[in-house]
């Protein structure tokens, strides 16, 4: 391809609404241009990326034995309501109503649309195993759109579903899923760990998130891992505490003015005892119903955890009106006591099990209680944030965190999806069983960014050779010299015959400019023809280490060989 044609803008500045560097980059870099919120045209720099992501996808999908297929984008809210999930989706799922006034939405996922494809057609227990993937565009109204691809609305998913006969037949598909995952995405030349996680709106009871590790905050998900192998993301990870066990020591139970002391900092500070002395209410509405939860002072509160316990849908803090209004009690001094069962759900982490005479709101402006101690019969739930330095599960070392961008995810959804959609087979004894399913997601739109986000510097992305748009980028320094760009022209013959993928920049430009862009663009390898010719060399600059040698025109094909080829 010739530069002077490829239709690439490159901006000088940073767009001023981008916070992530993989955003910054892809727009100024001219791969991607906002339609709206969340919305993006992916121009041919960014097709071509996503077109090598998706074929190694593909290859290695088609070499575990997946099928790709098809499925509509557009889907009848029938199926939705089949399988429950018209009420429970939310918002992120975009409907609309057809001109016959047919409820419709546009596919934010689609294990609806695979269960009622695979019923009717897979009758058979001998039909089974089976797994079916395909690689199309998704629409999730997210609440905060952000950091361009990494969190679109509109966004390209390789999204695979296994229809199996027994549990551990799923269990043995799941593996080889985590393997294909793992194969993916080094040949994308990223490194990903695989965490446990919350299963969310999709469902089911196991379920691994693919991370690629960063340290900044486009990291969305925080993970705590061990040398151990232990690894999971925050609103699943569990920890054993470092002190199980704690003591107020105050003689008896009685009520103490606490003035101004709504957060626990300092109201320990008042009372001059540990925060874990404390036990903190944290008050919600969950689906606009009054919720509590009472957690060690230390500790916060999980709020997907939160979630599952009490099965909601939505959570949200309370606010300080609600709490008078509801509670009966007073903000910053709320406790589980003296509150109406019957309208106030109570749950208890397990943090607080191991308390002791410790420090209570009173429900009363300004005033504690303290020595207070457990009511007998409390049940315990995990609704807390593990924290870095809390022990390993397993292991019982110090957890550590990080942060990452979860571009995969595994799960086990049993018959979540079959049995309320009744689809069924018909297994050897001749009766009806619900499939038993998995569902496995890449991010391939999301899965581009994340590499940017690995690998870039100053002057622009730093692709890895698998995924690069073009391979080789060669510049003639003077495009008016004839030796020049004769030079470059044979070297971009002799390169494209070899099918290594090369741009010649043939535009009038300053050298400066065409290098500037060669580095914000990313391509691997760039070849200067230069003033240097005269003495039969170009030069040959390897973007990923800054690399440059000078080597004759074939030495330099050779060189791409080595570098490109094997
Ligand atoms: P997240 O927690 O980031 O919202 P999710 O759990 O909702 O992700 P899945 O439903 O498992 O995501 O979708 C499969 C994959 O699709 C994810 O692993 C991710 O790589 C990608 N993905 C999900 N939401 C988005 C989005 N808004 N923009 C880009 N990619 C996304
Ligand atoms: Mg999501």
Redesign the pocket.
């Known amino acids: 391809m010739k530069m002077s044609k490829l239709f690439v803008q490159t901006l000088r500045e940073y767009p001023n609404d981008a916070e992530a560097i993989s955003h910054k980059l892809l727009v100024r870099a001219g791969f991607i241009k906002k339609l709206a919120n969340?919305i993006y045209t992916y121009l041919p720099l960014a097709q071509r990326v996503l077109t090598k992501i998706s074929n190694i996808v593909r290859e290695e999908m088609d070499a575990s034995g997946a099928q790709e297929l098809l499925m509509p984008f557009v889907q009848p809210a029938e199926i939705w309501q089949k399988s429950q999930r018209w009420q429970k989706y939310g918002k992120e799922l975009l409907r609309c109503e057809d001109r016959h006034g047919n409820q419709m939405c546009l596919a934010p996922?689609h294990e609806e649309v695979i269960t009622s494809v695979v019923s009717g057609i897979a009758t058979s227990y001998k039909q089974l195993p089976l797994n079916l993937y395909q690689i199309q565009t998704?629409f999730?109204d997210?609440i905060r759109?952000r950091f361009g691809?990494?969190?679109?609305?509109e966004?390209i998913?390789k999204?695979a579903y296994s229809f199996h006969t027994s549990q551990k037949d799923l269990e043995r598909e799941y593996e080889v899923m985590a393997q294909t995952y793992t194969n993916i995405f080094k040949r994308c030349g990223l490194e990903t760990k695989a965490v446990q996680s919350d299963s969310?709106?999709?469902g089911g009871a196991v379920s691994h998130?693919?991370m690629v590790l960063v340290d900044t905050s486009v990291g969305?998900?925080d993970v705590f891992y061990c040398d151990c192998g232990y690894s999971a993301n925050s609103n699943h990870a569990i920890s054993i505490l470092n002190k199980e066990e704690t003591n107020g020591n105050f003689k008896e139970e009685k009520i103490v003015d606490t003035p101004n002391t709504k957060t626990i900092e300092e109201l320990a500070k008042f009372l001059n005892i540990e925060p874990d002395c404390i036990l903190k209410a944290v008050a919600y509405i969950a689906d606009s119903k009054p919720v509590i939860a009472m957690i060690r002072g230390d500790k916060e509160i999980e709020e997907t955890k939160l979630m599952n316990a009490l099965n909601a849908l939505e959570i949200r803090p309370m606010e300080n009106d609600e709490v008078i209004e509801y509670l009966n009690s007073y903000p910053g001094f709320i406790s589980h006591r003296d509150v109406d069962s019957s309208k106030v759900r109570v749950l208890f982490d397990n943090s607080a099990k191991g308390m002791k005479n410790f420090v209570l709101g009173a429900n009363i402006k300004d005033k504690h209680i303290t020595g207070a101690n457990l009511e007998k019969d409390i049940e315990f739930v995990d609704i807390s944030l593990v924290k870095e330095g809390e022990l390993c599960p397993i292991c019982h070392k110090p957890l550590k965190k990080t942060k990452g961008i979860?571009?995969?995810?595994i799960f086990q959804l049993g018959t979540k999806y079959s049995s309320p959609m009744n689809a069924c087979y018909t297994d050897e004894q001749g009766q009806l069983k619900p499939y038993i399913m998995g569902c496995y997601?890449?991010?391939v739109?999301?899965?581009m960014a994340a590499a940017i986000e690995k690998y870039h510097d100053e002057h622009g992305i730093i692709w890895p050779i698998a995924i690069a748009p073009y391979h080789v980028d060669i510049v003639p320094v003077n495009c008016d010299d004839e030796e020049q760009m004769k030079i470059a022209s044979d070297l971009y013959d002799k390169l494209q015959k070899l099918n290594i993928e090369v741009i010649l920049d043939d535009r009038k430009d300053r050298a400066g400019v065409k290098f500037k862009d060669a580095d914000l663009i990313g391509f691997p390898i760039r070849i200067t023809v230069g003033k240097t010719i005269s003495e039969g060399l170009v030069e040959f600059k390897i973007r990923k280490t800054g690399e440059v040698i000078k080597l004759s025109p074939d030495e330099a094909i050779e060189k791409c060989k080595e570098i490109l080829l094997n």
């Not at 691809?149 to 609305?153: A, D, E, F, S, V």
């Not at 979860?406 to 995810?409: A, D, I, T």
């Open positions: 969340g996922t998704k999730r997210e759109p691809l990494l969190r679109g609305r966004f998913m999204d969310g709106a999709i998130e693919y969305e998900n979860e571009v995969g995810n997601g890449i991010g739109s999301r899965t």
